[in-house]
């Protein structure tokens, strides 16, 4: 009798003990209450609603550059690797596992079995392989279309990659023909999910409106500058996303999307602009987010066209922008002044690079000693769409050519629709214009890379702006990439930025923090500091 | 009877003590907070005096962090009011340790009073403040509470762990001072809300 | 007085360990003072650590801190256990009440000893490892008296709880959350090492743990096997005994039929003698053959008495004392005899020479046993008994225990490492007799054997 009293006292002690620990690892019982309020409010049916700026150009995502492309097709396609949420750790998506061989030059790739596309399709080796054989041959039928991404990254058609072939089902080998530091990084990115072989030869001009990948949701409707609407996949190969529907819907004003997004038409409203922080901040019914600040906003001046091939007007007109009270008056002071082409807290950053200081003296005599007393006129071009790192791209506008016609420099500003603006400074027309790059992934590479590497500077596939050619810079470019010393990377970087900053190829302006706001009934919606994220673990909260 | 009353008196004690010494269970509000991923503009600029609230090895990690982006910055963990000439900002880095208290032979009213002079000579000569917590807090030893309080409501941004007892004084602070305040998920992402402040 | 003597050495005994228990619970709770500067070293460790980037430093400084913990806590618990197990509380309590008091106490000296000293503890690991110390205690304690097998046990228990206070996978269990287990993990997932940390605390955790089973196992079966040891031993000397027995057996049956040879001789002379004396018929011959005659009746009575236990005889009570008499040995100076005979004492009817025999074996344990006083007196009452006579023999000795009384009559039963086999020899014989003997006893007044032995009746022969 006395032994089993001593064992009940015991066992006491530790549920007591067990409880003690276990209710501060809260998370754990946090997850199992959700999970029963799901089950509940199943029969909702949840459809989320998200105000944006602009319409996607297009849902090919290998044929664009542009973020809010990315931002609906990174539900629909996968890749074989992504970014985890928080941090930078690479983890596996469609593929597995993966080995590279020593020398960095091969990279095996196992897939999972079991995943289909939405149209039932199955996810294999030949699959993978016919994606990448779009994306890296020229005379491939199916290469119709600027794979902006493939140059970038892989330098050309096919580039650094000699082969892409499958080793067995579902086994994909990739090999490189130099090594890549950010190997997986890169294809980590929407541009390269996989579509399906099916789809691809179906639709195929119209694949951009018709995306078949493997993702949480399915396209269900698009209609043209108005709104795109996706659907759950019930058969995800992962744990089904939690709302219905997501519709990304077009309201060109933020005004009139914050409005919205109080009186509850739309979830979330994406594209907003700073001054509508205070009255976001104190409405108890919403919730701001901030994306953390990983862009540039720049002046890309085209080096091909006269007068911009000449160093001194381009430092002249570094010269000429008060950058400071560009961000005081045009960006509510929420945003930082950009002294070089990635955000400061990168990795790689050069910290002591002597910024051009707003000294519109210095900047007439430079105007003045390449022959330019009498000034110049010139155009710059304008998108009329709000971008995250130009929330405000008219005022902006305005302000330059407010600021440079101090230095007699007469700007004519044209205005041009996102699509339109897009497919012109990919073709280098452009003489001055307002522009900016949101990372990828927190690697210089996919800054500098792509906006200052000649590669980048063919007229169609650009995504060198600046159209800037050095072959200092490119031979950095390259060496930086190809190592992945840390170390030495970091150093060749630092020297790269020396370079720019003397060139001075464009005139880089500010580091935004974009700002959002969601609906407090929006649950587990995080946005990424990429700009893109995917909503399969987003949900919303019925009662609220 | 007697032993049985004995034995329900000691198993009270036992349980209670239990209780006690684990009262660390920090209340979680779910009240809407808003935590920025990082600073808008920076606040604060080289040269930076790291310094330590309460003497814990927390404050080296945020010297390794600063040297890592390169900051010029002077690491005196046990600063004084007058080493703060020609400085811009002072970094405070939260955290009491009993241990590392006795390491440097100071007591805690000393820690106190000098916290204290730095926070003033701040404001006179208007450095930045910064507050990093990193730390936890025992039930029975509220002094890192005690002094993020000190420190951090006279700061102009906070820097925090997600998940961490001082993260629902950290709230407060914001709150109640409205200063801007970052709360992350993992040490090693402290770096990008800290260089915020500064470039 | 003896017996207080005995007790006051052993309260002492018990004295010295309450008092080395204390001893050692104070050294538990002033560890952290004395080693100090080993605290400060952890700190700079970790300092070294972050500066450097090299996770190593980290799991030396966790190395170090777990091994001062375990000290303490090692030191707290066996003070506490020893105060307990040696003091009165011990036995006023029942077992599982002990277990109570114990975890108690421990858990209280550690939570007062880090609010004294401002230095924190893990009250989950220490507990945790408190419990599993005691549980294995219990086990270890109740087979061996040991405490340094119990201080191997318990030391490796605790190091090894210690352990998972740095792991930064319990961190959401409330392990580690005082301040230096807390600091190592923070540097640790700074320099991303949070999975050396973990592996690490498993790699030490898990070995120590089941190491420290298996050696409280082994220590275990250890002292058992020297108990079966013991035994095996004991069983083995009852059995030399036996054989011992056996074999006296045996020379007694030898003895038994030489004594019975011997009678031949003596009727050849017996039928010698008669012819000389018929041969002859005058004067000297015949009384010397008389005398040879009556030397061989004696020896062949003596012989038959002795061959045939059931041949008795009539016998004046004064002739058999004389005769026992005879045989003692009254020239010790120790041991003084008094002999009180009663006048008119009726005739036995006994087997003389055995009946001698058992009288002299009662005797010989008077003789023999220990006394307290410097002159050992042993008297000897003769008197008349209802049909019979009582011989009374009485000693000063120390006594039989009264536990022991009842078993002295058993064969090899001994308290002073004798046979064992006089008194049951003494008793059959009596008994044979048709008489009885009692025996009553005072522990250090003295023995007293009752014999009765009966009349001669003249009904019988």
Redesign the interface.
């Known amino acids: 009798m006395t032994k089993r009293y001593k064992l009940y006292t015991v066992f006491f002690i530790f549920i007591v003990i067990a409880a003690v620990m276990l209710s501060s690892a809260n998370g754990i019982t946090g997850r199992e209450w959700n999970f029963q309020k799901e089950a509940s409010s199943y029969n909702t049916t949840k459809r989320l609603v998200i105000g944006r700026a602009n319409d996607s150009v297009t849902l090919d995502p290998a044929c664009t550059n542009e973020m809010g492309s990315f931002k609906v097709t990174v539900n629909i396609l996968e890749t074989l690797v992504k970014c985890e949420k928080e941090g930078d750790q690479i983890i596996p998506c469609l593929s597995e596992s993966w080995k590279s061989s020593e020398d960095g030059l091969t990279w095996i790739f196992k897939l999972r079995e079991g995943i289909r596309f939405h149209d039932g399709t199955v996810l294999n080796a030949d699959a993978v392989v016919f994606n990448f054989h779009r994306w890296m041959y020229i005379n491939n039928e199916y290469h119709d279309g600027p794979f902006y991404y493939w140059n970038s990254v892989f330098g050309g058609f096919p580039g650094y990659v000699s082969s892409v072939t499958a080793v067995s089902e579902y086994s994909v080998a990739i090999k490189l023909n130099k090594p890549y530091a950010p190997f997986l990084n890169a294809l980590a990115m929407p541009a390269f999910g996989i579509a399906s072989p099916e789809a691809i030869i179906k639709y195929k001009d119209d694949l951009y409106k018709h995306p078949v990948g493997t993702g949480p949701f399915m396209l269900k409707s698009w209609e043209a500058k108005k709104s795109i609407v996706l659907v759950r996949n019930d058969r995800y190969w992962r744990e089904t996303a939690k709302l219905n529907e997501v519709e990304f819907r077009v309201i060109p004003s933020s005004k009139d999307r914050l409005e919205e997004l109080r009186q509850g038409s739309i979830h979330i409203a994406d594209h907003l602009s700073p001054e509508d922080i205070a009255g976001i901040k104190y409405d108890s019914n919403l919730y701001l987010h901030m994306r953390p600040s990983f862009n540039v906003g720049y002046i890309a001046m085209n080096n091909e066209k006269y007068p911009f091939n000449k160093r001194e007007v381009r430092v002249a007109i570094n010269h000429a922008i008060d950058k400071e009270k560009l961000i005081n008056d045009v960006f509510d002071n929420m945003a930082k002044p950009a002294n070089t082409f990635i955000p400061p807290y990168l990795w790689g950053y050069n910290e002591n690079l002597e910024p051009y200081e707003y000294d519109i003296e210095k900047s007439k005599q430079l105007l003045k000693a390449a022959g330019f007393a009498s000034g110049l006129k010139t155009t710059l071009w304008v998108m009329d769409a709000t971008r995250d790192y130009f929330p405000k791209p008219m005022q902006a506008a305005q302000f330059i050519k407010e600021n440079l016609e101090k230095v007699n420099i007469d700007v004519e500003i044209k205005v041009f629709n996102w699509d339109d603006y897009l497919s012109k400074i990919h073709s280098g027309e452009h003489q001055m214009a307002l522009i900016g790059w949101t990372g990828d992934y927190a690697d210089p590479d996919n800054f500098l890379y792509t906006m200052l590497a000649s590669e980048n500077a063919k007229p169609g596939l650009a995504g060198n702006y600046s159209f800037y050619k050095s072959r200092e810079a490119d031979q950095l470019l390259a060496q930086a990439r190809q190592t992945t010393n840390m170390v030495f990377r970091r150093s060749l970087y630092r020297s790269l930025q020396e370079i720019v900053n003397y060139d001075a190829p464009s005139v880089p302006l500010v580091h935004t923090m974009p700002v959002l706001a969601s609906r407090l009934s929006v649950k587990g919606y995080t946005p990424h500091m990429t700009g893109v994220e995917s909503l399969e673990a987003v949900d919303i909260d019925i009662e609220q | 009877m007697k032993p049985k009353i004995f034995r329900a008196v000691l198993l009270a004690a036992l349980i209670s003590m239990i209780f006690f010494t684990d009262m660390s269970m920090g209340s979680r509000n779910g009240t809407k907070i808003f935590t920025l991923p990082g600073l808008p503009r920076p606040i604060a600029s080289a040269p930076i005096v790291i310094t330590s609230a309460g003497q814990s090895t927390d404050t080296y990690i945020i010297r390794d962090i600063s040297n890592q982006l390169m900051i010029r910055s002077f690491f005196m963990p046990q600063a004084e009011a007058a080493e703060l000439e020609d400085i811009k900002s002072i970094v405070f880095v939260v955290g009491y340790s009993s241990l590392g208290m006795k390491l440097q032979n100071m007591s805690y009213e000393e820690e106190n009073a000098r916290i204290g002079k730095l926070l003033k000579e701040a404001e006179e000569n208007g450095l930045t403040v910064l507050t990093v917590a990193l730390g936890e807090d025992h039930s029975y030893d509220r002094k890192t509470e005690e002094l993020l309080r000190l420190v951090g409501g006279s700061s102009d941004y906070l820097i925090g762990l997600r998940e961490s007892n001082n993260e629902s004084t950290l709230i407060e602070l914001a709150k109640e001072r409205d200063i801007p305040m970052t709360l992350v998920g993992g040490i090693r992402e402290i770096s990008g809300p800290f260089a915020s402040a500064f470039r | 007085m003896t017996t207080l003597k005995l007790k006051m050495s052993e309260t002492k005994y018990l004295r010295i360990y309450v008092a080395v228990g204390i001893m050692l619970i104070c050294l538990g709770l002033l560890f952290p003072f004395s080693t100090?500067p080993v605290?400060?070293n952890?700190?700079l460790k970790?300092?070294e650590a972050?500066?450097k980037?090299d996770s190593g430093h980290l799991i030396l400084a966790s190395a170090v801190i777990n091994s001062l913990y375990a000290i303490q806590s090692t030191f707290i618990f066996m003070g506490t256990m020893l105060v307990i197990f040696h003091s009165e509380i011990k036995y006023r309590?029942?077992?599982?009440?002990i277990?109570?008091?114990s975890?108690?106490a421990i858990?209280?000296l550690h939570?007062t000893n880090?609010?004294l000293f401002?230095?924190?503890w893990e009250?989950?690991s220490t507990?945790?490892a408190l419990?599993i110390t005691l549980f294995l205690f219990e086990k270890l304690f109740g087979e061996t008296n040991s405490f340094i097998q119990v201080f191997i046990v318990s030391i490796q228990v605790f190091f090894a709880f210690h352990w998972l206070n740095i792991m930064p996978l319990f961190s959401?269990?409330?392990?580690g959350?005082?301040?230096?287990h807390?600091?190592i993990k923070?540097?640790g997932?700074?320099l991303?090492a949070a999975a050396v940390l973990n592996f690490s605390g498993f790699a030490f955790f898990l070995p120590f743990i089941i190491s420290a089973f298996i050696t409280a196992t082994l220590f275990i079966s250890y002292s058992r096997n020297i108990h079966m040891v013991r035994e095996n031993y004991k069983k083995e000397s009852e059995i030399r005994n036996m054989k011992i027995k056996a074999l006296e057996n045996r020379v007694y049956q030898e003895v038994k039929s030489l004594v019975h040879d011997l009678k031949t001789p003596l009727v050849t002379i017996r039928g010698l003698n008669s012819l000389i004396v018929s041969a002859n018929g005058q004067g000297k011959l015949e009384e010397y053959s008389d005398r040879i005659e009556n030397s061989v009746s004696k020896m062949s009575e003596m012989i038959s008495s002795f061959l045939y236990e059931s041949s008795r005889q009539k016998l004046k009570a004064s002739e058999l004392i004389s005769y026992i008499r005879a045989q003692l040995p009254l020239e010790d100076e120790e041991i003084k005899f008094t002999f009180s005979i009663i006048e008119e004492l009726p005739d036995i009817y006994v087997n003389k020479i055995r009946i001698a025999r058992a009288v002299i074996n009662i005797l010989e344990n008077a003789i023999v046993v220990p006394c307290r006083n410097p002159h050992k007196l042993i008297n000897v009452v003769v008197k008349p008994a209802d049909k019979g006579i009582n011989i009374i023999i009485q000693d000063n000795g120390i006594g039989i225990r009264e536990s022991d009384l009842g078993r002295i009559w058993e064969a090899g039963y001994s308290t002073n490492n004798t046979s064992g086999l006089g008194l049951p020899f003494a008793k059959s014989i009596i008994e044979d007799n048709e008489g009885a003997i009692g025996i009553e006893s005072r522990v250090d007044v003295g023995t007293k054997a009752t014999i009765f032995l009966p009349a001669f009746d003249s009904g019988k022969e």
């Open positions: 100090q605290w400060f952890i700190i970790i300092r972050i500066n980037g309590l029942k077992h599982f009440d277990f109570l008091v975890l108690t858990i209280f939570w880090s609010a401002e230095l924190p009250p989950v507990i945790s419990l959401a269990y409330q392990f959350k005082s301040d230096l807390y600091s923070i540097a997932m700074y991303d």
